[in-house]
């Protein structure tokens, strides 16, 4: 069983950058799959990024590839969203969500447990 705590987020202009992290409690951090995903106003929840147990996977959902980068420090039970160039569609809540078992999933309903929201806003 894992607790996820969120930090980071916020209000930046067009262009900018922002990281997100995600510090998980529990032993067992290591052996879950971790994602982040976003929901924007009126808008369903939808898939950003995923990261495999082993680090050694990664996928992005195409409307950030190349310039999200998700990384997890298992060490520090930690799992990062760094954010660059970013655009006002980007603006929504930012939720870190955690997957017993090893791959990544671009499906909400596939993840056990998630942290609380942060806002992004990105300005034009």
């Known amino acids: 069983q894992v607790q996820l705590v969120k930090s980071g987020g916020g209000l930046v202009q067009a262009g900018g950058s922002l990281r997100l992290s995600c510090a998980a409690s529990?032993?067992?951090?290591?052996?879950?799959?971790m994602g982040w995903f976003r929901q924007a106003p009126g808008k369903e929840r939808e898939f950003v990024a995923g990261?495999?147990?082993?680090?050694?996977?990664?996928y992005y959902a195409d409307s950030v590839k190349g310039r999200f980068t998700i990384s997890r420090d298992n060490a520090k039970n930690t799992v990062y969203l760094q954010m660059n160039s970013l655009k006002p569609e980007d603006t929504a809540v930012y939720y870190c969500?955690?997957?017993?078992?090893?791959?990544?999933?671009?499906?909400?309903?596939?993840?056990?447990?998630w942290g609380q929201g942060t806002q992004v806003t990105v300005s034009s």
């Open positions: 529990g032993r067992t951090f290591s052996s879950y799959a």
């Open positions: 990261i495999s147990w082993s680090v050694t996977n990664t």
């Open positions: 969500a955690a997957r017993s078992g090893m791959a990544i999933s671009t499906a909400a309903q596939h993840y056990n447990t």
